[in-house]
């Protein structure tokens, strides 16, 4: 053999001894963390079968809670919305209310801006001598009445057909007892 080959196999055998040696001294530490990680895993299994039995408990419990839950939710839900119609029918009322003082009070003040604005306008009219609608009125009947009185005058007046007959017929007797 060449000599490249002995170094090799001496090599190898102080590996190999190195490795014998080294697996007692690691057992030794790790023999605690063994037992350690088998007793987590057992104590997971022991979780793992005691939540699995006990489940069905959990979860019936879960549900009552749960529809006691919802109970008491449409419990507070009902309180809720009656006190909020409660409030939103007060508010509704009092801004109805307001509205209406709104409106009676612009429908006031609209009357006295008429008023003002027809005061002005008649001032700028009698300033500038334009006639008013009652002088204009007053005008009108004055004028009737006067065109009644013309008429009236114009009228031919009509003698009275009875009293010239009987005066006619009187005539004739003086006459005839006078000749």
Same mark, same amino acid.
């Given at each position: 053999? /060449?000599?490249?080959?002995?170094?090799?196999?001496?090599?190898?055998?102080?590996?190999?001894?190195?490795?014998?040696?080294?697996?007692?001294?690691? +057992?030794?530490?790790?023999?605690?963390?063994?037992? /350690?990680?088998?007793?987590?895993?057992?104590?997971?299994?022991?979780?793992?079968?005691?939540?699995?039995?006990?489940?069905?408990?959990?979860?019936?419990?879960?549900?009552?809670?749960?529809?006691?839950?919802?109970?008491?939710?449409?419990?507070?839900?009902?309180?809720?919305?009656?006190?909020?119609?409660?409030?939103?029918?007060?508010?509704?009322?009092?801004?109805?209310?307001?509205?209406?003082?709104?409106?009676?009070?612009?429908?006031?003040?609209?009357?006295?801006?008429?008023?003002?604005?027809?005061?002005?306008?008649?001032?700028?009219?009698?300033?500038?001598?334009?006639? +008013?609608?009652?002088?204009?009125?007053?005008?009108?009947?004055?004028?009737?009445?006067?065109?009644?009185?013309?008429?009236?005058?114009?009228?031919?007046?009509?003698?009275?057909?009875?009293?010239?007959?009987?005066?006619?017929?009187?005539?004739?007797?003086?006459?005839?007892?006078?000749?």
């Amino acid at each position: 053999m /060449s000599e490249k080959t002995t170094k090799k196999k001496v090599l190898k055998k102080k590996v190999m001894k190195k490795k014998t040696q080294a697996k007692p001294a690691i +057992t030794e530490y790790a023999a605690p963390v063994i037992d /350690s990680a088998r007793e987590i895993w057992l104590a997971g299994l022991g979780a793992f079968s005691v939540a699995q039995a006990e489940s069905g408990k959990v979860i019936e419990q879960g549900n009552k809670l749960f529809k006691d839950l919802v109970s008491e939710g449409a419990k507070l839900e009902k309180k809720t919305r009656e006190v909020a119609e409660t409030a939103v029918g007060d508010i509704k009322g009092e801004v109805e209310s307001r509205v209406g003082a709104v409106r009676q009070q612009a429908a006031d003040n609209w009357d006295k801006l008429e008023n003002v604005f027809e005061d002005r306008v008649a001032k700028v009219l009698a300033q500038l001598g334009v006639p +008013t609608a009652s002088d204009v009125n007053k005008l009108s009947e004055r004028v009737a009445k006067l065109s009644k009185q013309v008429s009236e005058m114009n009228k031919p007046a009509a003698k009275p057909a009875a009293k010239p007959r009987k005066k006619a017929a009187k005539k004739t007797a003086g006459k005839a007892a006078a000749k």
